[in-house]
């Protein structure tokens, strides 16, 4: 006999199976529009948010399996995996030539309003960076940080304040401007005995509407330029308004061999509009050309920042 009340979970099923598929559709539409990056801005926001539509993808496919829906589950995976496959390498270690002498460089957003000087203080006592690459630097953070014996510091009361604070001896520096009165330090050190190498500590705008966007555009063309200009060891590292899937980024490693100090450590988040940074985007840097590698890279907790601190441990090696 068959029941007057049918199952309503059975009911649910087909519209839930829909929504999801409809969900998978708009994640797919985000992730292909990231690939169409360089025909307008608005776009390009769309590929830096790529780990997340995986992730939600990823669930999608799991529920849609659950719900019997497996072909449509499939999709999500076959969809997905183009996208997924590049992220590959942030999880594949490295190799590491014995130590010879490493030292740590930290690179943190300090946000102009954070007045939490203790809490970046007790961070760069526990991690001990011989360099330290500071962005939004005002006039009250520049007076910090007074162990470290060289410095070239840019303060500003805007955003846009720049500093560099060393244990190295700096043997050449340079306060260079972008498009827009932007500064940039390029910062020559004797990061070991006889040898140098050279820090550009950058901070572009952030893409927020289509003026700015067109202005970054110009300072990563800038920014390229200078990098390929530039002979010898070289980090280029700060927060860069952008993910490392954007095509901007790319720019900026055709200029010259420069390697994601992230692989073989993960993606590492450091910064999101709501919420923690840990669940959000990565979009502060740090690249190495070749003579240096990366032993460690990790990224630290609250500063009191919109941003998490980096920190990376580099070491010279010869050059190939």
Not at 150 to 176: A, C, E, K, M
Not at 222 to 238: D, F, K, M, N, R
Not at 253 to 268: A, E, H, N, V, W
Request: hydrophobic share 45%; net charge neutral.
């Amino acid at each position: 006999m068959q029941s007057a009340n049918p199952d309503p979970g059975r009911r649910s099923s087909p519209a839930l199976r829909n929504a999801l598929s409809l969900l998978a559709v708009v994640v797919v539409g985000g992730l292909v529009g990231g690939l169409a990056a360089p025909l307008h801005w608005g776009l390009e926001l769309c590929c830096h948010w790529r780990v997340h539509g995986l992730v939600v993808l990823a669930l999608c496919a799991v529920l849609l399996a659950a719900l019997g829906a497996s072909r449509r589950a499939l999709g999500c995976i076959v969809v997905g995996l183009p996208f997924a496959v590049p992220l590959a390498p942030l999880y594949v270690p490295r190799a590491s030539p014995p130590d010879g002498g490493s030292w740590r460089l930290a690179s943190l957003n300090l946000l102009s309003q954070n007045h939490n000087h203790e809490a970046v203080g007790a961070w760069l006592n526990e991690t001990q960076p011989a360099v330290v690459i500071a962005l939004e630097v005002t006039p009250a953070w520049a007076r910090q940080f007074e162990h470290y014996p060289q410095r070239i510091v840019v303060p500003r009361d805007d955003n846009f304040g720049i500093g560099l604070w060393s244990h190295f001896p700096i043997t050449r520096s340079r306060i260079l401007e972008l498009p827009g009165g932007i500064p940039v330090l390029s910062v020559t050190v004797e990061c070991s005995p006889g040898r140098e190498c050279t820090l550009l500590a950058i901070h572009p705008v952030p893409p927020v509407n289509a003026s700015l966007a067109r202005l970054r555009e110009q300072q990563f063309l800038t920014l390229s330029q200078w990098i390929g200009e530039t002979t010898g060891p070289l980090i280029v590292a700060g927060d860069f308004n952008a993910t490392s899937w954007s095509p901007l980024f790319a720019r900026l490693t055709s200029s010259r061999p420069l390697s994601d100090s992230r692989t073989g450590f993960g993606i590492q988040p450091t910064w999101a509009p709501i919420g923690p940074p840990a669940l959000g985007i990565p979009i502060d840097h740090v690249l190495v050309s070749p003579g240096l590698t990366v032993r460690d890279r990790r990224v630290g907790g609250d500063i009191g920042s919109d941003h998490l601190p980096v920190l990376v441990e580099l070491q010279s090696v010869p050059l190939p």
